[in-house]
Structure formats: C-alpha cells, structure tokens
C-alpha cells in the first residue's frame, strides 16, 4: 500500500455510511487525517469513533456552497491544510420517468452533481495549497456506462460528474490538482442490505466475479487516485464492478 497518505489531511464527504465510510477507513488505515462529513454530525462523529485513526467527524450539507466553505476552512484549520477531497455524498431515490416531478429531479441533482460542484469549488483555495492536491469523485457505473430503470435523473448526474471532470481537471492542472473519478458497480452497503439476501443473491450472480463489491474495494482505487504515485494520472475514470458490464447477454455470463 501507498505511504504517501501518511499525514495528508482527506474529507470524505458522505463518509457517514456506505461507500463514503469504507473510503474514509481505508485512508485512515493508510495514516491519513480524515475527516467524515454528512448532514447529520452524530452519524459522521459515530462512523469517526468506528474507524479510529484520529479520524473525526463534521456536519455538512453538500446542497449549499455556504455550508461546504465553512466545512473546508474548519478541516484545514483543524488537520492544518486540506490535500484531498473525496466528492462522494449521493442519494439515489428512484421514481420512473413518467411519474417523476421536477422536485425529485431537483433534489437528485442538487445533492449529486451541484453537490459535487460546491465541493469541489470550497476545497479549491486549500487544495492549491497542497504539494498533492487530489479530488477523486464517487460518480457510478449506472449513467456513464449502464442504465436502471427508475434512475433517469441519477443517470444523469453520474454521468455530468464526468463532464465536470473532464473540464475541472484541466482548469486545475496549473495547481497540479488532479481530478479522477471511480464508478462502482454493485457494493454492499447498508442500503443495499436492506433490500434483503435474495436480491443481493441475484445481484451477484450478474457479476462475473461472483460477488458483490465491499466498500473498501472502492477505498482501494479512490486510494491509488489520491497518491503520489498518480501524480500524472487527471481526467480518468476507473470501473470498480467485478467486470459486471461487460457480458454482452445473460448467454454469454452463462457459458463462461
Ligand atoms: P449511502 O450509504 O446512502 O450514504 C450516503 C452518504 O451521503 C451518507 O453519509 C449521507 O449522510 C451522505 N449525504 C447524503 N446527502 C448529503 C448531503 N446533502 N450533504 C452531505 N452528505 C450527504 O450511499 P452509498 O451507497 O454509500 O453511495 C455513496 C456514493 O456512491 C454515491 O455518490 C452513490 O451515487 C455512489 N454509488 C453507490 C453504489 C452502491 O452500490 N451503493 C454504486 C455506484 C455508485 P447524511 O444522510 O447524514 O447526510
């Protein structure tokens, strides 16, 4: 594993639970000073006490830029600078086309792709400050790569998070902040759990790999994005799936 996290002060935002919280573990275990960030501060302070590390926990809401510049300024004052942001914060709940309102459109996109943009945009002053200034997106394989019903407007923004990146990356290369994203697939989550074992039982078996994603394979590569190792690596995406999109029919998952 990477040293080069070792010191580095890292906010994870919806590192509450979930993906936000198996990243937020494995840069804690990889020494660095995380902070956990969601609305709710009892639950980032409860996922801090969890992982340990000196990790700690901040509330914060991702839908206003107001709120995201106080969290940046309060976590470089406390870990001394800011060198990595995980734009990770998401909700996903689904409505069919034909029945979804402009609210629930609103509210998808105001967390996840606005949300994305305030983060991005209040951890900018503290990040040209770093000598490793990382910005790695949670976006998903649904929207850039896949579809799912019920997920037009979350499609959406996974897939805006790219074209956000592809031109952020560029904007921020003078401050060598790098910009990369990791799509997940299918990950066991608290969510996803909820939703019962038979259904996790099916999800798994469309996945080559024969099992679903743990949170911490997507800390893995979010991990690799942030190092000095990727240094010269901006703009790029990698799939975290167990190689589900790529069968080309049930046919061909079955002869393998
Ligand atoms: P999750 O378990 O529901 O966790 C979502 C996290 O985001 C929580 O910490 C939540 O905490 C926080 N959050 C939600 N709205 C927020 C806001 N307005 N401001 C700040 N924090 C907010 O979700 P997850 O499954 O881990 O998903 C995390 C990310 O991974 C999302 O971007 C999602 O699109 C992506 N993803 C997930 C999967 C999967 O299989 N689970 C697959 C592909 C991509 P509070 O409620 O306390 O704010």
């Known amino acids: 594993m990477t040293q080069s996290l070792k010191g580095r002060s890292v906010v994870v935002t919806g590192g509450s639970k979930g993906i936000g919280k198996g990243i937020a573990r494995v840069f804690a275990q990889a020494g660095a000073k995380v902070a956990i960030l969601s609305r709710h501060a009892d639950q980032a302070e409860a996922a801090a006490r969890e992982i340990g590390h000196g990790a700690f926990g901040l509330s914060g809401d991702v839908t206003s830029l107001a709120s995201m510049e106080k969290a940046m300024q309060d976590v470089s004052a406390r870990n001394g600078g800011l060198d990595v942001l995980c ?6 709940p689904p409505a069919r086309l034909e029945e979804m309102t402009s609210e629930q459109w609103d509210e998808v996109n105001d967390t996840n792709l606005k949300g994305t943009f305030h983060s991005v945009k209040a951890a900018i002053p503290y990040l040209k400050r770093s000598d ?7 976006s998903s394989i649904t929207g850039p790569v896949t579809g799912f019903p019920g997920w037009t407007h979350y ?12 031109t952020a990356c560029i904007e921020l290369a003078k401050y ?11 990950i066991v989550t608290e969510g996803l759990a909820g939703m019962g074992e038979e259904y996790q039982r099916s999800m ?11 949170v911490d394979d997507i800390g893995h590569a979010a991990l690799y994005f942030a190092s000095k190792e990727a240094a010269y690596v901006t703009g790029q995406t990698i799939i975290v799936d167990g190689g589900q999109i790529l069968p080309e029919s049930l046919e061909a998952l079955a002869q393998a």
């Open 132 to 138: 490793q200034g990382r910005i790695v997106l949670t």
């Open 87 to 92: 734009a990770n914060a998401g909700i996903f």
């Open 176 to 186: 060598a902040i790098t910009v990369n994203a990791v799509l997940p697939g299918n």
């Open 204 to 214: 798994a078996a469309s996945v080559p790999l024969k099992r679903l994603g743990h």
């Open 155 to 166: 499609g959406a923004t996974k897939a805006g998070q790219l074209g956000f990146m592809r």
